[in-house]
């Protein structure tokens, strides 16, 4: 069945750095865009940064402009998410989804907490 594992969330102070990691299984991963959301309590899920299938193309929300890298190997069907110089305000529970570009993902993972915090 389809599955996306998130990992590399965890703790992290204000202006450090995290790679979170997204391993895809059960579809065809090189066919689909890949996406990172994040949701914070009482706000909607929102999204960070998307990759083309090829990963030739990439796109930032506002917000992660100059600090996120979004990156895909699709030979180890996983998708990356690097923050640099990381706020409180990017304290957040971190998905990754696929799906078609410019359309919602179809498939979710289960998510990932990311705190900043000193």
């Known amino acids: 069945q389809v599955q996306l594992v998130e990992s590399g969330g965890g703790l992290v102070q204000p202006g450090g750095s995290l790679r979170l990691s997204c391993a895809a299984s059960?579809?065809?991963?090189?066919?689909?865009?890949m996406n990172w959301y994040r949701q914070a309590p009482g706000t909607e899920r929102e999204l960070v940064a998307v990759?083309?299938?090829?990963?030739?193309?990439?796109n930032y929300a506002d917000s992660m402009k100059g600090r996120g890298t979004i990156s895909r190997n699709n030979a180890k069907h996983t998708v990356y998410l690097q923050m640099n110089g990381m706020k409180s305000e990017d304290t957040a529970v971190y998905f990754c989804?696929?799906?078609?570009?410019?359309?919602?993902?179809?498939?979710w993972g289960q998510g990932t907490q990311v705190t900043v915090s000193s």
């Open positions: 989804g696929a799906g078609i570009s410019g359309f919602r993902p179809i498939y």
């Open positions: 059960g579809f065809t991963f090189s066919n689909y865009a």
């Open positions: 990759i083309s299938q090829s990963g030739g193309s990439t």
